[in-house]
């Protein structure tokens, strides 16, 4: 069983910051990557960063030079942290990972359970 947990939204003015954490846990024998997605009322969800195990990253065109995404690969632990942020970010933000539970086994997608973040004033 794998789980991963997600922490730091919240309500926060334009302009503010934030930082989430997502810890993956359970039987897990290696991530290849994590990242974040995120969905608003009424829109798909959307990528918004990734990172590779191999250290690449990657950002949606919305959120370059804002969001930076980053790793504790010891502790299976990825983070976001959002600054400048605008009312647009606004959604529920989801912590993935694409992992493998057994060695030789496929990789497969886990998400975890959302999280609010809400930018206004």
């Known amino acids: 069983q794998v789980q991963l947990v997600e922490s730091g939204g919240g309500l926060v003015q334009p302009g503010g910051s934030l930082r989430l954490s997502c810890a993956a846990s359970?039987?897990?024998?290696?991530?290849?990557?994590m990242g974040w997605y995120r969905q608003a009322p009424g829109k798909q969800r959307e990528s918004v960063a990734s990172?590779?195990?191999?250290?690449?990253?990657n950002y949606a065109d919305s959120v370059k030079g804002r969001f930076t995404i980053s790793r504790d690969n010891a502790k299976n632990t990825v983070f976001l942290q959002m600054n400048s942020l605008k009312p647009e970010d606004t959604a529920v933000y989801y912590c993935?990972?694409?992992?493998?539970?057994?060695?030789?086994?496929?990789?497969?997608?886990?998400w975890g359970q959302g999280t609010q973040v809400t930018v206004s004033s």
């Open positions: 993935n990972a694409q992992l493998r539970v057994v060695a030789g086994g496929i990789v497969r997608n886990y």
């Open positions: 990172s590779t195990s191999a250290g690449s990253t």
């Open positions: 359970g039987s897990i024998f290696s991530i290849n990557a």
